[in-house]
């Protein structure tokens, strides 16, 4: 019992140690941290959705692990019902891992150099637009595509458009 619980306290701190650290974005050249505007931080993400995924990607892991063990050691050939099996927990598997990546609890920042989300920095100079794709989500329109940013609280998403709006020049 002392593995998984050792294994969900480690997930946890890496997940709080990655947020803290993705909020710098990329550092090199032309990147990194500019002294003007204050950066300012807008929390995105759903904390209780991305628990319930982690809990349910491990679920779903361990009984594809048990299901593989057990036809192993009892001896069991491949049949209809074993593929059957693996081809539900393993599609369940995977819909619980893009749950955990969907909802993960990251942070967008803005600051005088540009967008950060997720460790990526978008200039200001390389953003067209920002539209809302609903209550929980904005797209920020850039020269590589769209980025999404959220899920988030509908009061953290308006603050969060609102700035990126303020940023933009007239008539973007």
């Avoid at 990655?18 to 993400?45: D, E, N, Q, T, Y």
């Avoid at 063990?69 to 209809?80: E, F, K, L």
């Avoid at 891992?97 to 150099?113: E, I, Q, R």
């Amino acid at each position: 019992m002392r593995g998984p619980f050792l294994t969900l306290v480690i997930a946890a701190l890496f997940v709080v140690v990655l947020r803290k650290a993705l909020r710098w974005g990329a550092v090199g050249r032309g990147h990194g941290i500019s002294s003007g505007m204050a950066r300012v931080i807008f929390p995105v993400g759903q904390t209780g959705a991305f628990v319930m995924a982690l809990i349910a990607t491990y679920g779903f892991g361990y009984l594809l692990v048990d299901l593989g063990a057990t036809a192993q050691w009892d001896g069991y050939r491949v049949s209809v019902e074993l593929l059957a099996w693996s081809a539900v927990y393993g599609s369940l598997f995977v819909v619980a891992v893009w749950g955990v990546a969907a909802m993960m609890p990251l942070d967008v920042v803005l600051d005088d150099s540009g967008l950060t989300f997720a460790g990526a920095m978008l200039p200001w100079a390389e953003i067209r637009g920002v539209k809302r794709v609903d209550s929980w989500a904005v797209a920020v329109e850039g020269g590589r595509g769209d980025l999404h940013l959220g899920p988030g609280k509908q009061s953290i998403i308006d603050k969060l458009e609102s700035a990126i709006r303020l940023r933009l020049p007239p008539g973007e």
